[in-house]
């Protein structure tokens, strides 16, 4: 494969946030978290994965891959901004239910990426890990179960980082601002 | 395997004895804390599962494959005790900063424990993991030098679910 597949990547990167940037104000705030956070997580867990045929310049660190991680991002953004489009509907409950529903809408989309990531083979398993997913229960014969609880599980620690980060910046500067009004007064 | 039974005897001592001194303390839904903490840190080993080896516990120890929740609730007291005496010293500081502080004293704490469980036996790492290191230890120790920048990468994505979670119950 050429270099089509990381521009596509960029590019598509680049439509998501202009268009988020209506709807939220801080979204490269959330775009700067959502990529810390997965590159933390593909850096732990590296050994389990296997990057493959994109171009040098897409790799960070061994075979962690920061086009990998904006294709992961984007799905983050653009489930979280679907779910926050829906949300002023719910009245009680309404940070649960965001991130459950989140939550779901990332467990189908994920689960897309990663097949399509295996069909354009910049993804592969090592052979411990084919071995392991061979072994668990398929659903359907087809997609093995292990990988439709990793999905939600990597995506809830995400999320988490996400909006832990999100809520104690807020709190930090309307902090900030009270303070400010005070000693104007 | 006299290092094992000494292990889980402290781990589940301690463990239940930090949820007393919580309750006695007055402190505000332990349980639900414990078990979100207990289920922070089961997905992170669910999720890394290949990669580690945890030999010799009985069998009921284990959860699933090499995961076993003598080492989880390992991880809870270490996370549980950190928040603890953080959160005393530094009552005044903010979130934002203290999140820091939690990161290095759970390096301080989690290097030398790392160091003793693989000395011991207990903890091994799969050779899928084995092949990636660079081969360097840390100093006086048999943990390899990935470990100081590999605690706080996963700790930090714990200790954020962590408070998220608590924070979602908490606005039920």
Redesign the interface.
Known sequence: MQWEFEVGVILLTLLILTILKKSNKKIYRRFGLAFL?VI??E??????WINTNLQPWAYLY?DVSWIITLCWVNLILVSMAIVEYIAPKYRR????KK?LLTMVLITISGLYLEWLFLRLEVRQY?E??KE?LDATFRIGNVIPIIEI??IP??M??????V???E???D??NS?NKKQVRRKKK | MIWLLLFEVFTITFTIGLWIFMKNKGYKNITRKFLILFFSVLLFEFMSEPMWLNDGFQKWAYIWQDITWIITLGWVGIFMFTFLIVDYTFRKTPEKKKFWIYLLFLEAIVVPIEAGLVISGIRSYAPILANTLSGYFIPLTNVPIEAVYAVPLFTSLIICFYKYANYLFDRR
């Not at chain 1, 850096?43 to 389990?48: E, Q, R, V």
């Not at chain 1, 409950?93 to 649960?96: A, M, S, T």
């Open positions: 956070a933390l997580f850096y732990f867990t590296h050994p389990l061994l409950y309404r940070e649960l991130f090592p411990v890990i392991y609880l990793y599980t990597f809830a620690l995400i999320i988490g980082f909006r832990y980060w809520l104690t910046l709190s930090a902090e």
